[in-house]
T-cell receptor, first 112, second 117 residues
Framework: KQEVTQIPAALSVPEGENLVLNCSFT??????LQWFRQDPGKGLTSLLLIQSSQREQTSGRLNASLDKSSGRSTLYIAASQPGDSATYLC???????????FGQGTRLTINP | GAVVSQHPSWVICKSGTSVKIECRSLDFQATTMFWYRQFPKQSLMLMATSNEGSKATYEQGVEKDKFLINHASLTLSTLTVTSAHPEDSSFYICSASGTGGIWTEAFFGQGTRLTVV
């Protein structure tokens, strides 16, 4: 059974810092991995999608990497801003099924 | 990115009544949609996978007769919570992927906050 873990559960940093969020998964048989952001009381916003054959994806100040063999992904946020404060979720789409398996999320707070 | 619209964004209903939540893909066709439930400060729990024109596939432990899912078209799926009770109060979110299926991004609706009183 695929399990996805995100560390840390919560993170608070001053504005302007670069930071890394971690995601690990137990079964490397995945189609892809997706990072999301969720603001309180809202739905999920897709940030980045990495296919299983890819190593990284970039969008603006965000960079996500994938090491499928070790079951790890990282989301790097450069020059953090207060508006980046949210819960970040990673999810893997497992082979043999269409569904996404989610981690518990990292609650990020950027302090002005 | 693609847009998934969920309606209503919040609803309050009396215990014993039924509530319907709609999920629409606005600019793409979604063969498959997913329904999730989220408890406070927790991650998403998949309830069921909804396939256009066929019966939904429910996850273990999810009551099929309580959570009715209909996916009548390629752009609309509905979740009906029947005979709602206070323990059904939760945040419900739908998602859909584009025509590339498993290879494409999953897009999510805004969520529906259901409160049963």
């Amino acid at each position: 059974k695929q399990e996805v873990t995100q560390i840390p559960a919560a993170l608070s940093v001053p504005e302007g810092e670069n930071l890394v969020l971690n995601c690990s998964f137990t079964d490397s048989a995945i189609y892809n991995l997706q990072w999301f952001r969720q603001d309180p009381g809202k739905g999920l916003t897709s940030l980045l999608l990495i296919q299983s054959s890819q190593r990284e994806q970039t969008s603006g100040r965000l960079n996500a990497s994938l090491d499928k063999s070790s079951g790890r992904s990282t989301l790097y946020i450069a020059a953090s801003q207060p508006g980046d404060s949210a819960t970040y979720l990673c999810a893997v789409r497992i082979q043999g099924a269409q569904k996404l398996v989610f981690g518990q999320g990292t609650r990020l707070t950027i302090n002005p | 990115g693609a847009v998934v619209s969920q309606h209503p964004s919040w609803v309050i209903c009396k215990s014993g009544t039924s509530v319907k939540i709609e999920c629409r893909s606005l600019d793409f066709q979604a063969t498959t949609m997913f329904w999730y439930r989220q408890f406070p400060k927790q991650s998403l729990m998949l309830m069921a996978t909804s396939n256009e024109g066929s019966k939904a596939t429910y996850e273990q432990g999810v009551e099929k007769d309580k959570f009715l899912i209909n996916h009548a078209s390629l752009t609309l799926s509905t979740l009906t919570v029947t005979s709602a009770h206070p323990e059904d109060s939760s945040f419900y979110i739908c998602s859909a992927s584009g025509t590339g299926g498993i290879w494409t991004e999953a897009f999510f609706g805004q969520g529906t906050r259901l409160t049963v009183v």
